[in-house]
């Protein structure tokens, strides 16, 4: 059974204008133990999608229709109290931004304290010790779990809130954006950091970025969204070899790189579209080269290319580029 | 010839106080120490670093948002460091422009994309409305806002990202300038956007004959976007030379680092950890010695005892680092 298993999950934003279709019959599973990655634009619904698995959407986030299955509980079924306790124990999450997510007037280590006390039955001593193991494991000196946050680095903060992802031993974590806002050398450690973590705990880790090398370095499994639609899925490998919708192609095309040939770039026309009203049939269609009629008026299917490779295009470029 | 733009020792310093009452200041920040580079006519030029490597101070220096404490800054023969007002200053204003990093913030919200862009154009003594209004419809076809008309009378807020850098491109591009610092044009936009607006400042340096100074963290878009390349460690340039010369032959321990650190897309690919000991130190009155010495991973005696090392040329490019050329 899946550690995860999100089934057509949709969800809508109310707002003035209109509904904002943020998220649209995504589907995908994380097995235990195993690094996802998710990749996509700003506004493409990776994050809404990632606050719907801890159910921390905003008041006007409305969940249409789906089920998001943790350990076999739908969590979208689960009262408030009950899903009190999936959050940290079962998916904690290390915020975009975390720079800014820990309190600046409370000290590091009684942040994390505080959690471990309110979530696990153990006393302040023995969270202490928990947490002076954290900070070990994540490359802080345990020390600093006394200092205060302005104290840290960008780098050290971003360590301090991994550390209290794993506070209460979850079986998944959600890293969304965790490296964005860091220098090169500084997000290298992180993500070192996070893949030692997650093989010697064995934690299910679900990776956002809108970069696809560090999804790439991360993940042994990944899913393309766009505008609000996973568009592919598979094995990391596979989709990099071999990708079949051509937005991922235009994502890996669009990237200048430092090694191999110098290429010319090829940007995608147009923008994503306004999601108060996406596209009629494929929402990528107003930017894709191979869009025909069939594109313009009927949603693709959602279809295997190869074992476990799945894509939701009406014209996949099979096996194109080796 | 002479370079479009030489820039000698350029220095500053920023205050530190430590104390609210202090007396005199004693701390100073180094944020750009003894900087020397030349941009030639046509050339996009790159300034490569971390946060807080000075590269953008080095921008603000250049088109003189900033005074600098020491050095000097030549454009086309004209020493232009002390220039204060006048006519002179004018002049200069309108050879140099900036592009800035974030376009949500860099445009006016209550300006219209017209007024946006033909305001340089009104501070430069074209008072002609008709001939405002057609330098601005060029202009915007050159960044590809067509057709214009439907572009002019917009207010930021009804256009996207991309578009918005567009704009900010147009009106620095609109006074035909020689020399434009771009400071991380591309790093707040979507991935789809960027390759476009990168292809679009790299196709007015043809049309225009504008040279850059291109300021980025992005090693791979400094390797899309430079003919050469500097790379900074607080406030001190440690290599510099052909882009392609230092990515792939680069010297410096730091620049090594640097490189070593991008992730790879490439997912069967296995990237070895960087070799770079600690984390960056602020630039707060910095010992004499070699600035990366604290986290260098082959530092010898001699980097612990002599000044910081100087500029010199290794196979084709500069490197301040006493060790490089020596296996």
Known sequence: ?322 | MSPLVAVDSLTKLFPVKRRVFALRVRHYVHAVDGVSFAVEEGEIFGLVGESGCGKTTTGKLLVKLLEPTSGRIVLEGQDITRLRRGPALRAFRRKVQMIFQDPYESLNPRFTVFDTIAEPLWIHGVRSLAEREARVAEILAQVGLTPPETFMFRYPHELSGGQRQRVAIARAMVVHPKFVVADEPTSMLDVSIRAGIMDLLLGLRQELGVSYLYITHDLAVARYMCDRLAVMYLGKIVEVGPTEEVLQNPLHPYTQALIAAVPVPDPTYTRAPPEIKGDVVAAVNPPPQCRFLPRCPRAQDLCRTAPHPPLVEHRDHGVACYLAGHG
């Not at chain 1, 409305?62 to 009190?84: H, S, T, Y």
């Not at chain 1, 309190?103 to 942040?111: C, S």
């Not at chain 1, 900070?135 to 301090?160: I, T």
């Not at chain 1, 997000?187 to 070192?192: A, E, N, P, S």
Request: hydrophobic residues 45%; contains cysteine.
């Open chain 1, 1 to 322: 059974m899946p550690l995860l298993d999100v089934r057509e999950l949709t969800l809508h934003y109310a707002t003035k204008m209109g509904d904002v279709h943020a998220v649209d019959g995504v589907t995908f599973a994380i097995e235990p133990g195993e690094a996802l990655g998710l990749v996509g634009e700003s506004g493409c619904g990776k994050t809404s999608l990632a606050l719907a698995l801890l159910r921390l959407l905003p008041d006007n986030a409305k969940v249409l229709g789906g089920q998001i299955l943790f350990e076999g509980v739908d969590l979208l079924r689960l009262p408030e109290n009950e899903m009190r306790r999936v959050r940290w124990r079962g998916i904690s999450m290390i915020f975009q931004a975390a720079m800014n997510s820990l309190n600046p007037v409370y000290r590091v280590g009684d942040q994390i304290i505080e959690a471990m006390q309110t979530h696990l039955n153990i006393s302040y001593a023995e969270a202490r010790r928990r947490v002076a193991h954290l900070f070990d494991l994540v490359g802080l000196a345990p020390e600093l779990m006394d200092r205060y946050p302005h104290e840290y680095s960008g780098g050290m903060k971003q360590r301090a809130v991994i550390a209290m992802a794993l506070a209460c031993d979850p079986k998944l974590v959600i890293a969304d954006e965790p490296t964005t806002a860091l220098d090169v050398i500084v997000q290298d450690r992180i993500l070192r950091r996070i893949e030692e973590v997650r093989r010697q705990l064995n934690m299910a880790l679900l990776y956002i970025s809108h970069d696809i090398a560090v999804i790439a370095e991360v993940s042994r499994r990944l899913g393309v969204m766009y505008a609000g639609n996973l568009v592919e899925f598979g094995d990391t490998v596979a989709i990099f070899q071999r990708p079949a919708h051509p937005y991922t192609l235009a994502l890996m095309s669009a990237f200048p790189s430092l090694k191999g040939e110098k290429r010319r770039l090829r940007g995608l026309p147009g923008e994503p579209p306004d999601l108060l009203r996406p596209p009629p049939g494929c929402r990528f269609h107003p930017r894709c080269a191979l869009a025909t009629e069939v594109c313009r008026t009927q949603a693709p299917p959602y279809a295997e290319v190869e074992p476990g490779h799945c894509v939701a295009c009406w014209h996949p470029q099979h096996r194109r580029c080796a």
